[in-house]
C-alpha cells in the first residue's frame, strides 16, 4: 500500500530558529501533498496545500512567510516553519494525494513540534 | 459549508462493552467521501474507512462497522466488543470527491474513547 514518510517525529527548537519537516512518498508519485496542523487537544486544519512545481495554496489565517513550504519533486514536499515561537508548538502531519485507492488518504506519522 | 460534528468529546466504557460514536456532517456538493481514522497516543493517524456518498450500505470489519444514513447526514460507527487497545481519539471527516477537494479532509473535532480493563 501507499506509504508516506514523515520526519523528524519530533523536534525540539529554540525560540527564532526555523525547522524544516519533510514529507515523502515512498512507493508513488504524489503531485499534491497537503500540511495539516493538530494543537493539543485539538483536531487536525488544513493549514495548505502543496502543488508540485508550483507555489503552495495557503489556508486563511496561515502565514506563508511564516510556514514555508517546498515541493520540489513528486516525492517530497518540505515544511519549514521560520522563526518559530512557543506557539508554534503543536502537532504537524502531512498527507499525499493520488490516484484514489481503496485505502482513501496517506498520511505522515507526524511531526511534534516543541519550540522552547 | 462543510461541517463534521462529533457531538461526544469524551466516552469511557468497561472491556467488552459495545461503544457507538456518533458523527454528523453538513455539506452541500451532492457527492462526497465520509471517513473514520484513529489517532493512538503516539499521534500516527490510522486510517479505518472511507465511504462514497453514493454508497449507502453499512459495513462491517471484523469488530467494527459503520452506519451511514444520508436522510440524516450521519456516518456513525460501532465498536463492538470494546478492547484496551481500542482506547484512542477517533476523528470523522469529509472531503470531496473532484480535483483538489479530495485532499481537502474538513475533520470533526474527535471523540476520545477510553477502554477500562
Known amino acids: 500500500g501507499a506509504v508516506v514518510s514523515q520526519h523528524p517525529s519530533r523536534v525540539i527548537c529554540k525560540s527564532g530558529t526555523s525547522v524544516k519537516i519533510e514529507c515523502r512518498s515512498l512507493?508513488?508519485?504524489?503531485?499534491?501533498m497537503f500540511w495539516y496542523r493538530q494543537f493539543p487537544k485539538q483536531s487536525l486544519m488544513l493549514m495548505a496545500t502543496?502543488?508540485?512545481?508550483?507555489?503552495?495554496?495557503?489556508e486563511q489565517g496561515v502565514e506563508k512567510d511564516k510556514f514555508l513550504i517546498n515541493h520540489a519533486s513528486l516525492t517530497l514536499s518540505t515544511l519549514t516553519v521560520t522563526s518559530a515561537h512557543p506557539e508554534d508548538s503543536s502537532f504537524y502531519i502531512c498527507?499525499?494525494?493520488?490516484?484514489?485507492?481503496?485505502?482513501?488518504?496517506?498520511f505522515g506519522s507526524g511531526t511534534r513540534l516543541t519550540v522552547v | 459549508a462543510q461541517k463534521v460534528t462529533q457531538a461526544q468529546t469524551e466516552i469511557s466504557v468497561v472491556e467488552k462493552e459495545d461503544v457507538t460514536l456518533d458523527c454528523v456532517y453538513e455539506?452541500?456538493?451532492?457527492?462526497?467521501?465520509l471517513f473514520w481514522y484513529k489517532q493512538p497516543p503516539s499521534g500516527e493517524l490510522v486510517f479505518l474507512i472511507r465511504?462514497?456518498?453514493?454508497?449507502?450500505q453499512n459495513e462491517i470489519s471484523g469488530r467494527y462497522s459503520w452506519n451511514f444514513q444520508k436522510s440524516t447526514s450521519s456516518f456513525n460507527f460501532t465498536i463492538t466488543a470494546s478492547q484496551v487497545v481500542d482506547s484512542a481519539v477517533y476523528f470523522c471527516?469529509?472531503?470531496?470527491?473532484?480535483?483538489?477537494?479530495?485532499?481537502?479532509?474538513?475533520f470533526g473535532k474527535g471523540t476520545k474513547l477510553s477502554v477500562k480493563p
Open positions: 502543496s502543488n508540485e512545481g508550483s507555489k503552495a495554496t495557503y
Open positions: 471527516a469529509l472531503s470531496g470527491i473532484t480535483g483538489g477537494s479530495q485532499g481537502n479532509l474538513i
Open positions: 512507493d508513488f508519485q504524489a503531485t499534491t
Open positions: 498527507s499525499a494525494g493520488r490516484d484514489w485507492g481503496e485505502d482513501g488518504y496517506t
Open positions: 455539506t452541500r456538493d451532492t457527492t462526497y467521501y
Open positions: 465511504r462514497n456518498s453514493f454508497d449507502e
